[in-house]
């Protein structure tokens, strides 16, 4: 199993760019999760989907867009991007999580530069 | 408002020197605390999941407690390898009904040949 697998592993944007961040995971899990890390601060939870077909925002959701056409994969895109979504970005699933109690496992991550 | 302090922020050991890191917390009925390690580059690779007061879990030279305020990651007899971030979260309300998984800043942790 590969578990879970995030492209690209790096990327550099100009200001007004877009772009989709692509995770894949092959655990079956329902939950799935898109985090923001940056230097200082603790990882921050962008959006995240209860399911196939269905998608939520979490504490940082301005900027964002996400979609779960299929249960395995979690998009997560950037319209228009700015200097301010540099960081680097995880994607994570797991098996449930109606109260964030299961465990989540990560992605290798794909760091983001947005010039 | 919940919240989630790790200290140190950073910690030196020498090989073999035992120590412990702490992650404090603030949340309203806890419903879990995690452990999850973090290589330079990586993504947070998961250690253990506590759910109740007194509880400990165990793996290699890696020990998790749990209080009713925080919990300790004890490290008996560090190696090289053992030289990473360690980062706790907890599940927090964030309001609607909902929750999320707040982490704290984590622990530099350098094990020192």
């Known amino acids: 199993n590969a578990g879970v697998t995030q492209t690209p592993k790096f990327r550099v944007l100009k200001t007004g760019q877009s772009m989709t961040l692509l995770c894949a995971q092959d655990m079956n899990h329902e939950y799935m999760y898109w985090y923001r890390q940056d230097p200082g601060m603790g990882l921050r939870l962008i959006h995240y989907s209860v399911g196939e077909g269905t998608t939520a925002k979490g504490e940082v959701p301005d900027g964002y867009n996400v979609s779960r056409l299929k249960k395995q994969n979690f998009l997560l895109g950037l319209e228009s991007a700015a200097p301010s979504q540099t960081s680097v970005y995880f994607c994570?699933?797991?098996?449930?999580?109606?109260?964030?109690?299961?465990?989540?496992?990560f992605g290798p991550g794909t760091r983001l530069t947005v010039l | 408002e919940d919240q989630v302090t790790q200290s140190p922020e950073a910690l030196r050991l020498q090989e073999g020197e035992s120590s412990s890191l702490n992650c404090s917390y603030t949340?309203?009925?806890?419903?879990?605390l995690f452990w999850y390690r973090q290589d330079p580059g990586k993504g947070p690779e998961f250690l253990f999941t506590l759910y109740s007061a007194g509880e400990e879990k165990e793996k290699e030279r890696l020990k998790a407690t749990l209080t009713k305020k925080e919990s300790f990651l004890h490290i008996t007899a560090p190696k090289p390898e053992d030289s990473a971030t360690y980062l706790c979260?907890?599940?927090?309300?964030?309001?609607?009904?909902?929750?999320?998984?707040?982490f704290g800043k984590g622990t530099k942790l350098s094990v020192i040949p």
């Open positions: 979260a907890v599940p927090a309300y964030s309001g609607a009904g909902s929750y999320q998984l707040t």
């Open positions: 994570a699933s797991s098996r449930w999580g109606v109260t964030f109690t299961d465990t989540q496992y």
């Open positions: 949340v309203s009925g806890l419903r879990g």
